[in-house]
């Protein structure tokens, strides 16, 4: 769970009438493109030159994309003339484009002219931003002025296999114009790389062993960690990658993660906004053979209530030990971050964690973990977790108060200053509740004990790791994130491509654990166009992030109750269970759900996924 907006959704008990009773508009019958294996080359920007009209490009008003006279178009007549006002102004232009997988050169060219009537030779007052996705490619200002088009050249081979968005952002200051022209905009994508000959994911059965010890505070972190895998696929694993994920919360030039001195391979260039790095393995992986690669690391934790970031003297350390990224059918998942929801996908891994900290700081963690006194004034934290998709853990001097589910589960909950005593006593209750309930309807709860970390400053609500999570003061928000444990954690799912899979399972599983039926759900129902579906992925969300939280959370458990109504309550539940059974440990498709769902009804479900707008 990230998004702010999807708690008033949950508490607004947002539940279904029977499927005959739904009037949904139809969905499109075209379904969203899957991600070839295979590089296709091919040009991915539509219209890059202007020539064929506005169309698939948005500009923030008619005037960018122009042949007006006082610029001219590098070829042609038409071209996308930003700023230019000599005021406060800012425009855009964007399209999204999708860069075919498996290839291995993905190059972004477009011509850029500047003039300017800034007569400074040393401050940016008018900016030019390139972006795709959420990453900064270039930034030009006032200071880069030319007398003709100069092409630029970049490097975007890291978002194979993705939709995102190629957006140009030009800003002005109060006075003294700057015109941004660009021209003859073209993403080409070549050379084949070898695809997977299977579907199978990898590297598999991943095992992590970190040491690191940390400041006075708890704010930074070193020490070394090492990954060792098997490569489970027919196809030779020649590389790997790491995600640095908590690289986008800093800059490519001040990463609050660094990795160095790697062994076991040699490292390559950081991609994807720094959150991706590349390691050549010394020899080729053929299947079932497996590896071990090493680095030193060092963590910087930055200011703020986040999911990573201090509040006050209290550290949350989330997505901050790299973990390696996936190659699967569709090729090595390298998506971006998104702070808007999540992008992670990881198999699951066994993790042995050792935290040297001042003994001051408390250290709730992932895993099971058990404290020995270290040198004078420290303590170390070793924490074990088995079957796991990532480890995060926080310091700071919480107050703690401990209890054990009627099941047999170790609750933990750990409060920052201005949490009542009260208040954590409810949030106990209501976490020893929640993990029994999800517990008895999914399948038991296997890691041990359950630490929560409260903090009221948190701006996303709520945020799940395995056997760990951040929250709110909230018994709906609280019983969501431990249903994360089963929807995401013990039932994993590629989070940035198909984030209804664990979102709006775990709200569903929330409003079934709150005793919520679900009456009234679709009442206030409203796609907002044909390209809008439930199973759109975080590349699309993000471009529509007011929309995120409504459809993914709220339609998609209206849907799944739906789904309820029309197979029963029994059966269901049962489909439920069986289902995470069957996917313990494992990854969740939406194909598969489908299939599994089809298998548990005679009733043809084609219209009802059509009707839900539920593709894959």
């Known amino acids: 769970m990230r998004s702010t907006p999807h708690k008033s959704l949950a508490a607004a008990a947002c539940a279904v009438a029977a499927l005959a009773a739904v009037s949904l508009p139809a969905a499109p019958a075209s379904a969203r493109p899957a991600t070839a294996a295979a590089c296709t080359p091919g040009q991915a920007v539509a219209n890059g030159g202007f020539e064929s009209g506005t169309s698939p490009w948005t500009q923030s008003s008619t005037s960018v994309i122009t042949s007006r006279a006082g610029e001219s178009a590098h070829g042609g007549t038409t071209f996308a003339w930003l700023n230019g006002v000599g005021s406060t102004h800012t425009d855009t232009l964007s399209q999204s484009v999708t860069i075919p997988s498996g290839c291995s050169t993905a190059t972004l060219t477009y011509w850029l002219h500047i003039d300017t009537a800034e007569t400074t030779s040393s401050t940016a007052y008018d900016k030019l931003t390139a972006k795709i996705g959420g990453t900064t490619l270039a930034t030009y200002s006032n200071l880069d002025k030319n007398s003709g088009y100069v092409q630029k050249s970049v490097d975007v081979s890291g978002f194979a296999g993705q939709t995102v968005s190629l957006a140009f952002t030009g800003t002005e200051d109060s006075s003294l114009q700057t015109s941004f022209v660009l021209d003859d905009i073209a993403l080409n994508t070549s050379g084949g790389t070898t695809p997977p000959g299977d579907s199978t994911r990898t590297p598999a059965a991943p095992a992590y062993t970190v040491s690191l010890s940390s400041n006075a505070s708890g704010t930074g972190w070193t020490g070394h960690e090492s990954a060792t895998f098997t490569n489970a696929s027919a196809t030779a694993l020649n590389e790997v990658y790491l995600r640095l994920w908590d690289n986008y919360h800093g800059t490519c030039s001040a990463m609050p993660i660094k990795v160095s001195n790697v062994t076991g391979g040699t490292a390559g260039d950081l991609t994807v906004g720094c959150t991706a790095l590349k390691i050549a393995l010394a020899t080729p992986l053929t299947q079932g053979q497996s590896a071990t690669i090493g680095f030193d690391l060092g963590i910087t934790v930055p200011s703020g209530a986040d999911r990573f970031g201090y509040d006050g003297a209290f550290n949350n350390i989330g997505n901050a030990l790299p973990v390696l990224a996936v190659r699967d059918a569709a090729g090595w998942h390298l998506d971006p971050y998104t702070n808007n929801g999540e992008s992670f996908y990881s198999l699951a891994a066994d993790f042995k964690v050792t935290l040297d900290h001042p003994t001051g700081l408390l250290v709730p963690a992932t895993g099971t973990s058990v404290d020995t006194p270290g040198s004078s004034g420290r303590t170390i934290t070793t924490a074990t977790a088995s079957k796991v998709r ?66 009221n400053n948190y701006w996303f609500g709520g945020m799940e790791y395995p056997g760990f999570v951040l929250d709110l003061v909230s018994t709906t928000a609280l019983t969501h994130e431990i249903g994360h444990q089963w929807w995401y954690g013990i039932v994993g799912d590629d989070e940035y491509n198909s984030p209804w899979l664990d979102e709006a399972f775990t709200d569903y599983s929330t409003d079934l654990a709150q005793n919520k039926t679900g009456t009234g759900c679709w009442n206030s129902v409203s796609w907002a166009s044909t390209s809008e579906k439930i199973t759109n992925s975080m590349a699309y969300w993000d471009a529509h992030s007011s929309r995120y939280s409504t459809v993914i959370y709220g339609y998609g458990k209206c849907a799944l109750h739906d789904l309820r109504r029309v197979l029963g309550d029994t059966a269901m539940a049962k489909l439920l269970k069986d289902y995470a059974t069957s996917h313990w440990y494992g990854v969740s498709t939406t194909a598969e759900f489908k299939a599994a769902a089809q298998a548990a009804t005679t009733t043809d479900l084609t219209s009802f996924w059509t009707q839900h707008r539920i593709e894959g």
Not at 407 to 430: E, K, R, W
């Open 390 to 455: 990532d480890f995060a853990w926080a310091a700071g001097p919480f107050s703690k108060i401990s209890g054990t589910s009627p099941a047999g589960t170790a609750i933990n909950i750990y409060s920052v200053s201005g949490i009542s005593s009260s208040d954590a006593q409810s949030m106990l209750a209501t976490a020893k509740s929640a993990v029994d309930t999800h517990a008895a309807r999914f399948g038991a709860y296997p890691y041990g004990e359950l630490d929560a970390v409260i903090d």
